[in-house]
């Protein structure tokens, strides 16, 4: 029996700056544990005269995680952050009730080349926190757990996995991993993961029950005791999942919601400019036309 259940692969996705590979969410598996949505973020080159800039924009029931590989964003909110996010720290943005912010190429590198490569996620919230208050955690790369077994180097971005935890404040059960090695290795995780568990390739391959697969995919196991395979040389994997919620979720554009109601309301508030206003910033994105309801499936 095989131990995949599911394989996503990378879709692309206008975002009006550059396209991204879309992972989550997928029409045969709409989340993955509490991970709803995921982007792959180039890696794309961009000229001195060329530059990010993602104005205001909100975010409800869900918090966003923010990794890079290569480059640096500048982000700013409504809570007062500014600050920016450099390959190997962790943006962790959590919406709740609301929140607005920017992602912007930072003032120094606006006038140079620049590359930009990274993963954008967002991790929705248990049904009962879904309105909490907005807040926001950076966190350094020296604060990420990072360690090494049999020459496979681990960090444990976010969540709790192998006895020990991150430092970013997640609100649910959850795990999100990054497993790099330079040598071919037998990985067998199963016994340390729960819930439900999914396997991006960023890069080189992985090898299960016989069968390669290259990168820029999602393997989804049939349950996370199943996670074993093979890590070919020169290769980076991030697994990530964790206990699924027992309500469905709707996505509207940047809102996430158990119900209707709360995204119909929040449409309706950004559109009145009922949210919280980012100082310093006008260039607001302005709530898209009507697109067909992307319901999660309980």
């Avoid at 590359?115 to 991790?123: D, P």
Wanted: glycine letters at 8%; charged letters at 20%.
């Amino acid at each position: 029996m095989s131990t995949i259940d599911i394989i996503i692969e990378e879709r692309p996705a206008d975002i009006g700056h550059f396209l991204v590979g879309r992972l989550l969410p997928f029409r045969e598996k709409r989340m993955v544990g509490p991970f709803i949505f995921i982007d792959h973020m180039g890696p794309v080159r961009m000229s001195d005269h060329e530059n990010i800039d993602i104005g205001p924009h909100p975010h409800i029931g869900l918090s966003t995680l923010t990794y890079l590989f290569d480059g640096a964003i500048f982000h700013k909110d409504t809570l007062g952050t500014a600050v920016e996010i450099t390959p190997g720290q962790v943006n962790w943005m959590t919406a709740g009730s609301g929140i607005v912010h920017s992602e912007r190429t930072p003032e120094h590198l606006r006038h140079s080349d620049k590359t930009l490569h990274g993963l954008q996620i967002w991790v929705a919230l248990p049904k009962e926190l879904e309105q909490m208050p907005p807040s926001f955690f950076h966190a350094s790369a020296d604060d990420i757990p990072t360690w090494e077994t049999q020459g496979v180097a681990y960090k444990l971005i976010a969540g709790a996995a192998f006895g020990r935890k991150s430092p970013v404040p997640v609100y649910s059960d959850l795990f999100f991993l990054e497993i790099k090695s330079s040598t071919t290795q037998t990985i067998c995780i199963g016994d340390d993961l729960f819930g439900e568990t999914g396997l991006y390739i960023l890069e080189g391959s992985l090898e299960s029950e016989g069968h390669t697969y290259p990168p820029k995919r999602i393997l989804v196991t049939k349950n996370p005791q199943l996670c074993e395979f093979v890590i070919h040389a020169n290769s980076t994997i991030y697994v990530f999942g964790g206990a699924p919620f027992p309500e469905g979720r709707h996505i509207y554009w940047n809102f996430v919601a158990t119900s209707l109601e709360l995204i119909e309301q929040a449409k309706q508030n950004w559109q009145e400019e009922k949210f919280p206003k980012l100082a310093g910033e006008t260039d607001r994105i302005p709530l898209p036309p009507a697109t067909p309801n992307l319901k999660q499936k309980p």
